[in-house]
């Protein structure tokens, strides 16, 4: 190229001898001047008013005198409003056909139309976003929903073999169907499939191990690692001397500062009972009371109580075995009397074993009297009328009288404390009224 786009002045004198290499010509700054060959007619000519320019003019900015092919009317018209290839119509006269095209969405707006349905295609791209949301439909326009993205495109999975798979636009990566290949704790088989999480699901597999005290085997999962049974721990406490009574548990049996609260079980030297303090190992018992708990009776055993030990036990501390002091014994009650006489036998005449027992119930009846702890009368259990003559000839001794009540076999004697009696009294149980035709 020698000269500037419009054709009027030389590259030589721009300063610029070729542009064949593909660099924009330079131009002069003078008019175009080129014709406009779409609104050019044979008797009108319109020429580019712009300044030299590269590449085609822009629109003309003149007008034109033309005629309607309908009413033969002349109007001017805008260049730029024309096309060279129609014929001008008119708006009186424009009447457009205004059918809906076969894709629904456009109308038919040629002039007098009297084509087919055949005739009505839309020759329109669609252009409606397909359901991926990334493209837009490139078929001929049509009616109805658009087909499926036909794009796709390679992803690898998301899991842990990282596998590539070709996946239509938009749609959601599958799920790999390959067993984890992941290295695992255990060396059971893999139940699982390949995944995208950090950690893979714990193995499930059925074994057998140790509770975690060392007791007994259990079936547990694989992946359990801790695991306690229902046995008691009896792990050797810190203190050296009791064994932990918690059930089967994990870590230490007592927190480093926390001291053992169990009783000291040494065996006392002077009764033979535990300690019983709260655990002080390593140091050796204190000397206290022994609290323990223990059984006196009457000596019929009929009245019990519980006592402390260190109230019954004599003797010092070397001593194994221990006595009960003798004052320390409950002594038998008016109660305890009468089961003792229920139990004598009954046709005992002038023995010298009842003359005996009615002297020591008479003696402890008295000496009770006197101090006011029992009432003044006393009853004995029914016997013989030899053993009755022999408690009414020994009570007036004792400061008594006696009555006897009931009839036959069930006839008993009762003697009442009244203190030390005449002489001419000791002997009026032979002429008691109530025991007459017994002497």
Known sequence: MNYCPCGATPLSVLQKQDCSNGDSAPTCGRRCGKEKLICSTSGEQHICRSQCHNGPCPPCTKSRVVQCIECKDKVRVDCQD????????CGRCFKPCNKVKNCGRHWCYKHKCQGSDSS??????????????????????????????????????????????????????????????????????????????DACPPCTTLTDKMCTG??????????????????????????????????????????TSEKCKQLCQTLRNNCGHMCGLVCHAPKECPKTNCMEKLTVTCKCGKIKQQKPCFLLVTGSETDHMFLQSPQKILQCDSECRR????????????DVDFMDFVKSEL?????????????????????????????????????????????????????????????????????????????
């Open 120 to 197: 009505h295609l839309c020759d329109k791209v669609c252009n409606r976003r397909l359901g991926c949301g990334n493209h837009d439909c490139d078929q001929p326009c049509h009616s109805g929903d658009c087909k499926m993205c036909p794009h796709t495109s390679i992803h690898k999975l998301d899991c842990g073999c990282s596998e590539e798979v070709v996946v239509p636009c938009a749609a959601t990566l599958p799920t790999c169907n390959k067993p984890c290949a992941r290295i695992h704790a255990c060396d059971h088989e893999v139940t699982h499939m390949c995944h995208n999480k």
């Open 339 to 350: 089961n003792s006489q229920a139990n004598l036998p009954q046709d005992r005449t002038n």
């Open 214 to 255: 060392g007791h007994k085997t259990i079936t547990m999962p694989c992946y359990t690692k801790i695991m306690t049974c229902d046995s008691i721990c009896g792990k050797i406490l810190p203190c050296g001397q009791h064994q932990c009574q918690r059930k089967c548990h994990d870590g230490y049996c007592t927190k």
């Open 82 to 89: 024309l096309k060279q290839t129609e014929e001008y119509i």
């Open 363 to 439: 003696q402890w009846f008295t000496e009770q009297a006197k101090k006011g702890l029992v009432e003044p009368r006393y009853k004995f259990a029914a016997t013989s009328k030899e053993n009755r003559h022999i408690i009414h000839a020994l009570a007036p001794h004792y400061g008594c009288t006696t009555d006897s009540y009931g009839t036959g076999p069930q006839r008993y004697t009762a003697v009442s404390y009244v203190g030390k009696l005449p002489k001419n009294q000791h002997r009026q149980w032979q002429l008691d009224k109530s025991d007459a035709g017994e002497t």
